[in-house]
């Protein structure tokens, strides 16, 4: 058969036959073919399956399921008419309860693989409503000059091309039901090249979208896009620059605000600032949270990387004390002001980078009962060196990516004298390969 070039290698050409082994961290069917790894998109382990080769690397290869031959029992019907095309989910032809399976396995392989170490017990998954669960999303924009045509979506998988789409059931439907309508609106300004994006930012209440604009709006524009926003009870944003310049089209800036009903708590933030994207299961992943750290009423607690106080103000509500800290200034504000909101005072923040700790800040001069962590991607490692002269028994970590968490947890056994007490995955993201987690170390 022929072969292709793209990006220097050479590409197989035609369709080839593969019986598929496991899933890739990715979601991505594993086989391997004269000895060489290949990840196949759309495949499932267990299933003989004909695929098209899509890129080729010294290590491995890609491609993307032509035809099933033999399938899975575990295969359902995706949800979305996009999935085959759009690179916004990865798991849709897989049942969401093995969907959750393979995420607590990714768990657990990454603790056995990297850290080599077991979790004493292994907790349940915390799951939700699969569809129409996203709040927060960042939307390509695009304007198709030859089709004359507008286009309002995420990226097509592997591309930089937006997906063509009416709709998205993964977004709340308030946005996602109507993306083909949006998309009809901007093809009707005079500045319909000039869109790269929009952001979507959800709150309880209110709704805002930022418009990313490279040219100004004209006054019919701001008037169509106002009005078609406030038909649809949304907010409209535009950024002409920097993050800094986001601001709202006409009127005064809207407050968002999420609540924990079981925490009887509310917070307030902007649409740039970083919350989660799926209400449910925040919610259960503080209560969680919460059982698992077990605050008493004398203790002291660290939270770090607090952001706008998610866990610190629910764990100021069960003990004596909480610091929490942040890089983020405006979060850090954020997180004092909610703090006021809400009628509590035994909480203080401080602004640090704690990528590159410095173990003379005040928060660092005092012993604590308990330290919870819930970093970005890249994890905790920088502070980790640090926490044993903190002198803290347990440690909650929240993890979004479980190859860190996995790096960091080997830091704390190894090095630190913790054990993993109990660890489990949280469904944040449906449908994706994201694994969100939460393990429990404490002090041996």
Request: charged fraction near 20%; charge should be negative; include cysteine.
């Amino acid at each position: 058969m022929g072969r292709r070039r793209r990006g220097g290698k050479k590409i197989p050409q035609g369709s080839f036959e593969a019986e598929i082994e496991s899933l890739s961290h990715d979601g991505r069917g594993v086989t391997h073919i004269d000895g060489k790894t290949v990840f196949i998109h759309g495949a499932l382990p267990g299933e003989k399956v004909t695929f098209n080769y899509t890129r080729s690397q010294r290590r491995y290869d890609e491609g993307v399921v032509d035809e099933i031959l033999q399938a899975s029992s575990q295969r359902v019907e995706p949800g979305c008419e996009n999935f085959s095309l759009c690179g916004g989910c990865s798991l849709q032809h897989l049942g969401a309860e093995h969907q959750i399976t393979y995420k607590q396995q990714t768990l657990l392989d990454a603790f056995q693989h990297i850290a080599g170490i077991e979790a004493q017990t292994v907790m349940p998954p915390l799951i939700s409503e699969p569809w129409g669960y996203r709040r927060k999303a960042r939307l390509g924009v695009k304007y198709v000059a030859k089709k004359g045509k507008v286009l309002v979506g995420f990226r097509e998988r592997g591309s930089s091309f937006v997906t063509v789409m009416q709709r998205c059931p993964v977004l709340h439907p308030a946005i996602g039901e109507k993306l083909g309508a949006l998309a009809e609106v901007i093809q009707s300004l005079s500045v319909r090249d000039k869109i790269p994006q929009i952001e979507v930012a959800m709150g309880d209440e209110s709704i805002i979208l930022i418009f990313r604009l490279l040219s100004p709006l004209s006054d019919d524009d701001a008037e169509i896009l106002g009005s078609y926003c406030r038909q649809q009870k949304w907010h409209c944003y535009i950024q002409e620059g920097g993050p800094q310049t986001v601001r709202p089209l006409s009127g005064d800036a809207v407050t968002l605000s999420y609540h924990l009903p079981q925490q009887h708590l509310q917070f307030e933030f902007l649409p740039t600032d970083f919350t989660q994207v799926n209400t449910m299961i925040n919610r259960r992943m503080i209560s969680q949270a919460m059982q698992w750290l077990n605050p008493q009423s004398d203790e002291t607690i660290l939270d770090l990387f607090c952001g706008l106080g998610n866990f610190t103000l629910p764990l100021a509500q069960l003990c004596n004390s909480v610091t929490g800290v942040e890089g983020d200034a405006a979060l850090v504000e954020r997180a004092r002001q909610n703090a006021d909101n809400n009628g509590i005072a035994n909480v203080d923040f401080h602004v640090a980078n704690l990528y590159e700790p410095d173990d003379d800040q005040p928060w660092m001069q005092q012993h604590y009962d308990a330290v919870l962590l819930d970093p970005p991607r890249s994890g905790a490692q920088e502070i980790i060196p640090l926490l044993p002269r903190l002198d803290a028994r347990r440690i909650l970590y929240v993890s979004c990516y479980p190859g860190t968490l996995a790096r960091d947890a080997a830091l704390l056994v190894r090095e630190h004298g913790y054990r993993l007490l109990q660890a489990g995955v949280m469904d944040m993201f449906p449908h994706t390969a994201h694994v969100e987690s939460m393990a429990l170390f404490v002090r041996k």
